[in-house]
Nanobody, 114 residues
Framework: QVQLVESGGGLVQPGGSLRLSCAASVNIDGMSAMGWYRQAPGKQRESVASITRGGRLNYIDSVKGRFTISRDNAKNTVYLQMNSLKPEDTAVYFC????????WGQGTEVTVSS
């Protein structure tokens, strides 16, 4: 059973930064891809960023140039560095890992507000 634990969410002012972490209970190098999704109130969950086993990166257009996904295989952890945060980035952020099955963390809340 793969467990994913997110951390790093919180309240930040517009223009601020946060770094989210996703710690996995297994070797993430064995995952075909890992990523971050978010779900804002009243909206569907959407993919924000992903990184494949080969290191290919993908971002949703609205976060390109502001968010950076990375991973540390030695720590089995994936990060999402979020800069220049906007109120529309407010959401619960979920870590996702894909292998044969897809696994989800419990989510961490990010609120961008003055």
């Amino acid at each position: 059973q793969v467990q994913l634990v997110e951390s790093g969410g919180g309240l930040v002012q517009p223009g601020g930064s946060l770094r989210l972490s996703c710690a996995a209970s297994v070797n993430i190098d064995g995952m075909s891809a890992m990523g971050w999704y978010r779900q804002a109130p009243g909206k569907q969950r959407e993919s924000v960023a992903s990184i494949t086993r080969g290191g290919r990166l993908n971002y949703i257009d609205s976060v390109k140039g502001r968010f950076t996904i990375s991973r540390d295989n030695a720590k089995n952890t994936v990060y999402l560095q979020m800069n220049s945060l906007k109120p529309e980035d407010t959401a619960v952020y979920f870590c996702n890992a894909k292998q044969v099955l897809t696994y989800w963390g419990q989510g961490t809340e990010v609120t961008v507000s003055s």
